[in-house]
C-alpha cells in the first residue's frame, strides 16, 4: 500500500482559493488512480474528484466542476486539488485516496490508500 498525507486546509472566505496537496509514500504514485474525496459533519463521505495514473484524464463532481482542479505530478509523488469560488457548502474534511484500478473511479471502494484528511472551512 501507498501512504498519503495531505496539507494545504485551512480557514478561508467564500470565493477565494486553497490548494491541497498530498505526498506519495513507499510505493510508485505512478501506479496508482488518485481521487480526493469529502465528508462534511454528519453527512457521507462524498466524491470531489479524480484523476488516472497518467494525469490525462480527469473526473470531477458536478458540484465542484469549473471550480476545482485536480493533477499530479509524479515525478514528486504528489496530487494536488486546486479549489477556486470556494463557497460555504465545501466545508468539510478533504481526503485524498489512491487506488490500483486501471481507469478513474469515482467511489471510495476503489480505493485502497487514504491519508488522514485535512480541514477545510469556508466562511461566509
Known amino acids: 500500500q501507498v501512504q498519503l498525507v495531505e496539507s494545504g486546509g485551512g480557514l478561508v472566505q467564500a470565493g477565494g482559493s486553497l490548494t491541497l496537496s498530498c505526498v506519495a509514500s513507499?510505493?510508485?504514485?505512478?501506479?496508482?488512480?488518485m481521487g480526493w474525496f469529502r465528508q462534511a459533519p454528519g453527512k457521507e463521505r462524498e466524491f470531489v474528484a479524480t484523476i488516472n495514473k497518467s494525469g490525462g484524464t480527469r473526473s470531477y463532481a458536478d458540484s465542484v466542476k469549473g471550480r476545482f482542479t485536480i493533477s499530479r505530478d509524479n515525478a514528486k509523488n504528489t496530487g494536488y486539488l486546486k479549489m477556486n469560488s470556494l463557497k460555504p457548502e465545501d466545508t468539510a474534511v478533504y481526503y485524498c485516496?489512491?487506488?490500483?484500478?486501471?481507469?478513474?473511479?469515482?467511489?471510495?471502494?476503489?480505493?485502497?490508500?487514504w491519508g488522514q484528511g485535512t480541514q477545510v472551512t469556508v466562511s461566509s
Open positions: 485516496a489512491a487506488g490500483q484500478g486501471p481507469w478513474i473511479a469515482t467511489t471510495p471502494g476503489n480505493y485502497g490508500s
Open positions: 513507499g510505493r510508485t504514485f505512478s501506479s496508482y488512480i
